[in-house]
């Protein structure tokens, strides 16, 4: 199975939404754990790498995409 591609600053859909009703997520601290923010409603979770892996759907808008434009 191929490792998920993310990083810093990426927007990214998760397989299950947020009580708000939004299931864009971005990311804003990476090591073990990974703090994820809600676009919506501005929520910050941390949750083990390997959860978010396990329910990160895909990555909508990169971050070297948005420091280009």
């Known amino acids: 199975m191929e490792r998920k591609v993310f990083q810093l600053g ?5 397989k299950k939404q947020h009580p ?3 299931n864009e997520m971005e990311i804003i601290r990476m090591g073990m754990d990974i703090r994820i923010k809600c676009v919506g409603c501005k929520h910050s979770v941390l949750i083990p790498r ?3 892996e396990k329910n990160m759907k895909k ?3 990169s971050a070297e995409e948005n ?3």
Do not use: P, W
């Open 10 to 14: 990426d927007i990214v859909q998760m």
């Open 20 to 22: 708000c009703g939004s």
């Open 50 to 52: 390997a959860k978010f």
């Open 59 to 61: 990555v909508l808008r």
């Open 67 to 69: 420091a280009e434009s």
